[in-house]
């Protein structure tokens, strides 16, 4: 009777996690489809009341503080100018 050799495990680090090239940590899974790091740094702009610029893809700019946002724009108060609701795509950046 022909006995087969033993099959070879990945070697594991202390964590238990498959080492790469070099003993590096091989990171398995894909990443997260989303970090929320959006909406954790948009709801800080809110919560703080920051003052804040906002820069458009047309290269216009508002000053203002973001009073609201969700998935698809954001709600910018100035004083003594009208407030202003701002698609999301039209936003190119913005700065504090």
Request: no cysteine; charged share 30%; aromatic share 10%.
């Amino acid at each position: 009777m022909k006995r087969e050799p033993p099959k070879r495990r990945p070697a594991r680090s202390g964590g238990g996690r498959l080492q790469g090239a070099g003993g590096a940590p091989k990171l398995s899974g894909t990443p997260p489809a989303e970090t929320f790091a959006e909406a954790n740094y948009l709801k800080r702009l809110v919560q703080d009341k920051t003052p804040i610029v906002v820069h458009l893809r047309n290269n216009e700019e508002f000053a203002g503080i973001l009073e609201y946002y969700d998935a698809n724009f954001i709600r910018l108060t100035r004083k003594q100018e009208p407030n202003l609701f701002i698609f999301k795509h039209e936003i190119k950046y913005l700065s504090e």
